[in-house]
């Protein structure tokens, strides 16, 4: 299939799937009432108000969020030529929780704005520790942000675990149900936050699309290609880490997103092209929408927790397309 | 191809290059020039410099010491697209994951010519098309560049580096591992495109056939330079390369008149 041909089927398909996922939930909706709601919003009906205060935001925010993180997958696969690398892997999701949990064990905050804030706070400073040890480094600059990525995320993971061992049983189970991830604090008036931080990275993306791809050639490669490879790799941790950072401290620890969707892309297209970084922010977001639907529709009155379904789609899909290779080569 | 090496000027000068890395020598006061259109081989054993004393000519090492200059201007006084629209570099470094397909790569030689906001237009694409056809992987244009044989791989690269339309080109170690069909495919693919190269080897025939001048390193020192039938002596194998080896002046494969040297290692004793 053609690469415009798969922009084209994403772009319906996550239209369609965005009008289903309005419809679909605890409360039934029909179709009429979704148009109507969407062309001539009237506050005073509560199905209505269902679906814009609700569930809109929230499905803007699931594709959102499945966008960026397929997008900060991808950077981060490019710039380590690492097909495993993912934004958990470098301990910005383990400085998140720790954020939250400094916040639980300091204020005894459990929800609202300020965890957002404290997650966010958590992210930066795993960022920031990353970008110092990885910085000035010419040669196997790759491998050391790996190696630190992954002491880092053990780091702040046996920092939380020690604040969760002093913490109350109630506290515990608060951060833990953060950290499964939720679409549930989306509304109108922070939506604004991932959605640009998330469209601004898209744009850069995409003006960068040929140096960023020149580091899969090798750092020796891309240099005589005039790309400051240095440069160009901390730009991107950066931007990865800036998408990491905001979507988790919107929507919780979301897993397996950003490591799968980028592979699953390449089966089909290649990541050197504008359709290729399009079709993955896309995909992402496509299979967040769905996501999000499972979560709310497969148990009555219960709302299941984002990352366990990602992982366990994910997971099964991904093992299915790699049997699917093995037998067709 | 752009044919700016055409008249017989310095391509590169290197004066006094020094090159240390944590206290280690690696490259000791190297001093020579490469005229235009020129076809120059470097041979040394293994660990005597010659990637080193490359990196610093593409620039992915600083020099400890000395200078050298492109073109009659210090190399690191060009500003870094515009030193990789003139030089182009095929190395040993091979993508073979992320499916890329041998396009991506050839593709990836117009990022030079190409500022953030410009895009890759029709003129651009037959151009890297063209290229693909001159090294003869048309019908592998689509295919993953993880697919290709090795051979077919250099091949490749050396696609990539025509689409920079340079003016200097640097390989390193282009024939390693591979057969002695492509070996010579590869070389003789080089040569077609009449503008300068260095390119280090392993293989001393080679060289000495195709080199229109060859340098020798050993433990980081320029030993000697010069035609190949001067500088492949026995008795420079046997102080470089510690072999015993008799050479035969025979007739350039591609230029008749011109001797090169054949050289016939003897095996099983000691020099």
């Known amino acids: ?179 499964l991830g939720s679409f549930s604090r989306a509304d109108w008036q922070w939506l604004w936050l991932p959605s640009s931080v998330v469209s601004g990275c898209m744009l850069i993306m995409l003006l960068l699309r040929r140096p960023i791809n020149a580091l899969l050639l090798g750092d020796e490669s891309a240099t005589t290609l005039g790309v400051s490879v240095e440069k160009v790799r901390l730009g991107m941790l950066l931007l990865s880490s800036l998408l990491t950072a905001v979507l988790v401290a919107m929507c919780g620890g979301v897993g ?65 397309l790699l049997m699917f290779r093995k037998r067709s080569s | 191809m752009d044919d700016r090496g055409s008249n017989r000027s310095p391509v590169i000068e290197v004066c006094n290059l020094d090159l240390k890395i944590a206290e280690h020598h690696i490259l000791n006061k190297i001093d020579f020039t490469i005229q235009a259109g020129n076809f120059v081989g470097l041979i040394g054993p293994n660990g005597a410099g010659k990637s080193s004393l490359l990196r610093c000519l593409y620039r992915y090492v600083t020099p400890s010491a000395g200078r050298i200059t492109f073109f009659g201007k210090s190399l690191f006084d060009y500003p870094r697209q515009e030193y990789a629209k003139q030089v182009a570099v095929v190395l040993q470094e091979i993508p073979d994951q992320f499916n890329l397909t041998v396009f991506d790569v050839v593709a990836m030689g117009v990022l030079p010519h190409k500022t953030l906001f410009s895009s890759v237009n029709q003129q651009d694409k037959t151009h890297i098309f063209n290229a693909i ?61 009449n503008i300068t190269v260095l390119a280090s080897f392993h293989d001393l025939n080679l060289a000495g056939a195709l080199c229109d001048e060859i340098l020798v390193l050993q433990q980081g020192e320029l030993v000697a330079q010069g035609v190949p039938i001067d500088v ?40």
């Open chain 2, 232 to 271: 492949l002596t026995a008795q420079l194998l046997a102080d470089v390369y510690d072999v015993r080896a008799s050479v035969v002046p025979v007739p350039c494969p591609y230029e008749g008149v011109v001797q090169v040297p054949h050289i016939r290692y003897h095996y099983g004793c000691k020099s």
């Open chain 1, 1 to 179: 299939m053609k690469g415009a041909t798969i922009v084209a089927t994403l772009f319906i398909s996550c239209l369609v799937s965005f009008f289903i996922a309005l419809k679909l939930g605890a409360i039934a909706i029909t179709t009429e009432q979704v148009l109507q709601a969407l062309w001539q919003y009237d506050a005073g009906d509560f199905s209505q108000k269902i679906i814009v205060e609700l569930r809109l935001p929230r499905v803007i925010l699931a594709f959102i969020a499945g966008s960026g993180l397929a997008m900060a997958g991808l950077i981060l696969q490019t710039v380590t030529r690492n097909p495993l690398a993912d934004p958990y892997l470098f301990g910005i999701s383990s400085g998140a929780s720790f954020g939250v949990v400094v916040l639980f064990a300091v204020t005894g905050i459990q929800a609202g704005l300020a965890l957002s804030g404290a997650a966010f706070a958590g992210s930066l400073l795993a960022m920031t520790l990353l970008l110092l040890i990885a910085k000035g480094r010419t040669s196997g600059q790759v491998e050391a942000m790996l190696l630190a990525g992954v002491a880092l995320s053990f780091l702040f993971s046996s920092f939380t675990s020690l604040l969760l061992y002093w913490s109350d049983p109630q506290a515990i189970s608060a951060i833990l149900f953060w950290n």
């Open chain 1, 256 to 320: 397996f997103v950003g490591l799968m969707i980028p592979h699953i892309v390449r089966f089909f297209i290649s990541q050197a092209t504008t359709l290729g970084l399009i079709t993955t922010a896309m995909s992402g977001g496509l299979l967040m929408i769905w996501v999000d639907v499972i979560a709310r529709v497969s148990f009555e009155n219960q709302e299941l927790p984002i990352g366990v379904i990602t992982s366990a789609i994910g997971s099964v899909f991904f093992l299915f």
């Open chain 2, 133 to 193: 056809d001159k090294v003869g992987l048309n019908d592998k244009a689509q295919q993953p560049f993880s697919h290709l044989s090795g051979g077919e791989k250099q091949r490749a690269l050396i696609a990539r580096a025509i689409v920079q339309q340079p003016t200097f080109l640097i390989m390193d170690e282009p024939t390693s591992h591979l057969d002695v069909k492509y070996q010579i495919q590869i070389m003789e693919l080089a040569k077609s495109l």
